[in-house]
């Protein structure tokens, strides 16, 4: 278990969906996108995300891309 949280780490970047901006932290572990909680510090979307923002990840690996 300890090996898990070793691996785990969060990459601050910015949602891609439309022109608002938001701050998120995708959740990567072991080299792979496993979900997105939204950046609290950043004053645009003041730690929350909508439905879009919250559900990004997944496209990363979707088959269809």
Not at 10 to 24: I, Q, R
Request: charged share 20%; net charge positive; proline share 9%.
């Amino acid at each position: 278990m300890n090996e898990t949280r070793e691996m785990m780490r969060y990459v601050p970047t910015t949602c891609p969906y439309c022109g608002v901006g938001c701050g998120l932290n995708l959740v990567v572990n072991n080299g792979k996108v496993v979900g997105v909680e939204p950046y609290k510090r950043t004053p645009v979307n003041e730690g929350k995300l909508c439905p879009k923002g919250i559900s990004c990840w997944e496209f990363v690996h979707s088959p269809d891309r």
